[in-house]
């Protein structure tokens, strides 16, 4: 049975209360589809993969089906350490949202801007914040968040998970699966 | 000032009286000429924010997608929406950081015009004599204002000029005012630079009154730690920013001969300044034959992320409270552990009775006896003495009457861990994310140690127990498992040197400027870390032992003195406190961030011959294009630190701050796809040349540690570098690059312009890359670079983005 990510839909620091417009908590199949479907996807990973090192391998398995990866901080090290940069990019969040926000950006590859960006393993606040800017400032690209937080700021998040990893590492497993099939 | 001599009449006019303000004609003793802006407006600088933000795109993160702030709201403005009045998400945003900028600078201002005033009364005018080896005194108020202070009574005109600035800025955040974000930002630089002309300002009058270090790169070691509090005396603290009471608790304690009877421990930068009197040139003679060195007698109780820590390890019996940084519940907090409370400033009253005309002693019997548990006294002469005669007749009736030990019980804490029911609501609220829960549920199975290693990380918020339904002190449960690190919290500090010295400005001015010395690192500001304190320590060393310049101040110096190497040894005790290279200085209060900033005016001013008066835009230029600057607020919290960062960006000095600091909601984001954002004049002829981003960003915000040392690695680099410069800041940029992410950095190569730039231990590697990833030509017979950089070495390049600094137009 699929993990239920809508549950616990609320700020994950509860005063992070921007406003009318707040994220919708979905299921890992429509989350998987959405990713499936886009067309210049990209995956932004943050430093909270070293306390849950696992996290590494579930990036380098969604990039191996294509979608490539931006490092942000050090992160880039565990990727070294797991041997896969195919297609990972090092670049701190803050400069990547500051790009992003710019539809004349032409992405990491140079190939162009990217349609759909999916944050996972960022500190709460800070990945907030930049969900907050591409929501006032570029609203052409999907905000999604398989993290373990519900993301207020995101289009699509799951809610919160950050108190059962078992569950979190499934609902992943499935956006994973999604993604591959 | 000329005397002016001579009598006139006023015929035919009776009850006439005259009151003459100030005598403007003055002798003039200051050689160079007035620059094209003294006192700049509003609108003076314009042109120059317009250029920063030009090349450093705004960046704003909205907190809060409405504006709630008149009756038509509230406003959504998500996206491209606009509110009743008209204004957009990015003007919105635009305000609120003009706002917050506002309330930094005025903060600091106005705990300068108190200054001002008190030392007035106190000590009379003194003259600004900052010794012998300090001839460019106030850099900032020159630079700003177009004048050389010689007597603490020439701040007034500046103090005036900042109030009317201020007041002119606030009135534009009003409804129906400014609509443009960038005239907001403009208008929020303009706010920050007067920021650092209050600091200025304000640490200038106490290190002339009080007989502060001036530039003293042995300033004396001092002790910090809440277990430095010797608990055999009477303990009070003096907690805030303004060091009028304090300092006469200090005195009042000289004066009686009490010092065997209380120990005076400061909290945030009332510790600095509190540590730094008596320690100057020896003038004013009312402090250097009275209290000679007495700031080595007080010690730093902490900075602000160990304020409720203190009173949850019971290490008070008395608190004075000043200014600026006072968490304000520390009423309530006091009052639970019988700690009577004195508000010694108008500006944080707390509620408390005015008792400023009052007898000492019936304010003293009235905290004493519990009657009342605090009071107002305004007079800084009279709180010290009651903060003293309190803190002494208090200590032993506190444990009378006082219902439990500060700490819990060892079955108390019991209970309080096995009431969790681990619903992590108090992990919902941690701001830096501390497992609560966990923590607790390893406490009551009797492993205290993640309590330990978590106690530096914990910023004491409190917010953990106030979202806890079973109500568990958390911060006391803290408390008892750390209690002997609390008593054992004992650490060394150098006090506060004050500015930089011309002479080390000379010293350091060409090798800052060739890029030899690979850049100055000023790590400032307060406690709320990402990550906990030993980050500020790291930061700094690592720091130091690549060669660069750091300076440090406020409580981010006092937290990097928590941590020894293995010789036992504080950073303060590892490294020499001058303005050098493999140095570290402990520049002082948050007032003193101003010396930091100055001291870039300096190296124009002192190594480069510029004209500073009046030359805002000049100094900047300068700086921007030629000093490998960088500013870090780790800890950041404050709308202070919001100005304070905002005036560096002004002044053409790029700062990185911690996650957290998108509370600020605004930054400065380089875009390096752009080249033509990285266009620059050559002085010499007037040509404008495309240059590599350097530095790349104004305002970063970083992750974690690792990112932040490597940005701060990166922007040091300069447009002027030299080869070896070049070669140096290289080394350190992949050298840290490698240590914390196992690669070299992607943009390595955009700093270099000639293969004498790159570092010897990846020459060879460097050059194959630059051929074959990079497309460089490469000469493998002369081990050259043919084709390939953005610029090409040019050793007389002097590039600028001022155009009245070319010096022949092409």
Redesign the interface.
Known sequence: MAVDTTKNA?P?????I????MAKAYNTAVIGAILKKAKRPLLVV??ELFEDPVMFDKAIEIGKTGVPIAA???T??GF??RGYTENV???????L???L??KD??GLDGKGQYDVVIFTG?????A???F??L???N?DIKRVSIDRYYHVNADMTFGNL??NPDQYHEAVDEVIAKLKA | MEKMEGSFAVEDMQNVQINIGAIVKEVEEWDQPMGPFPYPSIATLRDWDFKIMQRY?I????????CTLCTYGPC?????KRGACGID??AQQGRIVLIACLMGATAHCAHGRHLYHWCLEKFGDLPINMGDEILVDAPITRTIAGIKPKTLKDFGPVLSYFEEQVSQLLACTHTGQEGNYMDFESKALHASMLDHLGMEVSDIIQMIAYDMPRGDENAPIVECGMGTLDKSKAILITYGHNLAASSEAMFYTEDNNLWDKVDIGGVCCTAHDNTRIGEGLGYPKEISEKYKDIGTKAKVAGAIGWWRKMVRGDVMDCVMVDEQCVWTDALAECSKLKVPIIATSEKIMLGLPDRTNDPVEEIVDDLVSFRMPGVAVLDPAKAGEVGVRTAIAVKPRRSEIREADPFLSEEDFKKYAESCTYC?SC???C?P?IKI?DVVRAAAEGNYEPLSTTYEVCVGCRRCEQ?CPQDIPILSLYAFANRDYIRNQKFKMRAGRGPVKDTEIRRVGAPIVLGTIPGIIALVGCGNY?NGTKEAYDMAKEFVDRGFIVAASGCMAMDMSLYTDEEGKTIWEQYPGAVDGRNICNMGSCVANAHISGATIKIATIFAGRNERANFDDMADYTLSKIGACGVAWGAYSQKAASIATGCNRMGIPVVVQ??S??YRR?Y???T?KKEDWEIIDARDGSKVYCEPAPE?ML?????K??AM??MAKLCFRPSDNSQGRMIKLTHYCDISMK????M??DWHVYVRHASDLPLKWKEDMMKELEAKHGWEIDWKRKAIVSGPIRKMDVSFDPTNIERKIRVKK
Not at chain 2, 59 to 66: A, E, G, K, N, T
Not at chain 2, 76 to 80: A, E, I, K, M
């Open positions: 609320v994950f620091e509860m005063a992070q921007p406003g009318p417009e943050g430093a942000t901080a050090h880039i090290k070294i350490e990019h090092m670049i701190g969040l803050h400069p949202t500051s790009y926000r710019f950006w032409q960022i500190f709460y606040k800070f907030s914040a930049m907050s800017t929501k006032n400032f609203r950050a108190f | 795109k960046m704003y993160s909205p907190i809060c997608d409405r959504d403005l998500t996206g491209d998400q990015a992590h992990q919902f609220v701001p994310h829960g979202a990402p996650p957290h998108v509370m930054s984001v380089g875009r796809d960003h970063y915000i970083a992750e974690t690792e990112e490597l940005m914390y992410f196992g690669c950095p992607p």
